[in-house]
């Protein structure tokens, strides 16, 4: 991972009410003051929102971080059901998802909006952590790194850097269907924007790129070990004390 701390973020997604929520976070943390060596990766749990302040608490002062699962990219505003990066990073957020294949579906946000919402969280003081990735039929034709590496170019703002956003590369008929790409998939998708960081930015060895789409404790440990790998999204293995922490192990 070419000295590249790994980072673990379970995105929990429109799940759980409060004391799931509460019992999951109270887990991990046990987990992690409970471990006789401490984990070798960060790690990152994004509730929903009706949930971030509490997990914020439960977490305290150990060493995992919170985030949002989306931002709005106006500061404040008339915008109903929306969130602001500041409110989160006024409730103890560190890091806020943007981009995931599930909102560019769902609420039809185009790359450009994901670039304004990336200025926002940065703005806010917010690790952005930037999801793209290709849908069958685009990997199909061929297309699927020009997609990718199309995404990441509108997505990403010019003051994206190292310390201020992560890549997640989520091919998105591997999330949620039990479907893990190959491994030489994997590593020929991250080595790609690996290339297109280094295209945009210049020095790209310290970004970080995560892989998603059904990670769990019995692939984690061969995706973690492929090139430019740093780290894992995961979605229903994340709320899982057992299955998430069985992941985080993985990176050693």
């Known amino acids: ?20 929520g509460l019992a999951l976070a109270s887990g991990l943390a046990a987990k992690l003051s409970s471990a006789a060596q401490k ?5 990152l749990l994004c509730p929903p929102a009706t949930l971030l302040a509490d ?12 985030g949002g699962q989306d931002c709005h990219f106006d500061k404040n505003g008339a915008h109903t059901g929306d969130i602001a990066a500041s409110m989160l990073a006024d409730i103890g957020a560190s890091h806020v998802i943007l981009g995931h294949s599930e909102r560019r ?10 670039r304004q919402k990336t200025i926002a969280a940065h703005d806010a003081g917010l690790i952005a952590v930037v999801c793209v990735g290709e849908t069958e039929q685009e990997r199909d034709l061929g297309a699927a790194i020009s997609v990718v590496c199309g995404q990441m ?24 269907t039990g479907r893990t790409a190959a491994v030489e998939d994997v590593a020929e998708m ?3 924007i690996r290339r ?40 229903g293995a994340s709320l899982k004390v057992e299955d998430f922490w069985g992941i985080i192990d993985s990176c050693d």
């Open 39 to 43: 984990p070798v990766c960060d790690i």
């Open 196 to 235: 297109k960081l280094k295209e945009r930015f210049g020095d790209a060895d310290g970004f970080r790129i995560l892989y998603g789409g059904s990670v769990k404790p019995s692939n984690a440990a061969e995706l973690l070990a492929v090139d430019h790998v740093d780290g894992a999204l995961v979605g």
């Open 1 to 20: 991972m070419s000295g590249r701390r790994p980072l673990i973020a379970g995105n929990w997604k429109m799940n759980c009410l409060r004391a799931d």
């Open 190 to 192: 991250h080595a790609a």
């Open 55 to 66: 997990v914020v608490g439960v977490l305290g002062h150990c060493d995992i971080h919170a």
């Open 105 to 114: 579906a769902d609420h039809g946000e185009s790359s450009t909006v994901i």
């Open 153 to 176: 170019d509108v997505s990403l703002p010019k003051g994206a850097n190292a310390e201020n956003t992560v890549i997640a590369y989520e091919p998105v008929w591997a999330i949620g």
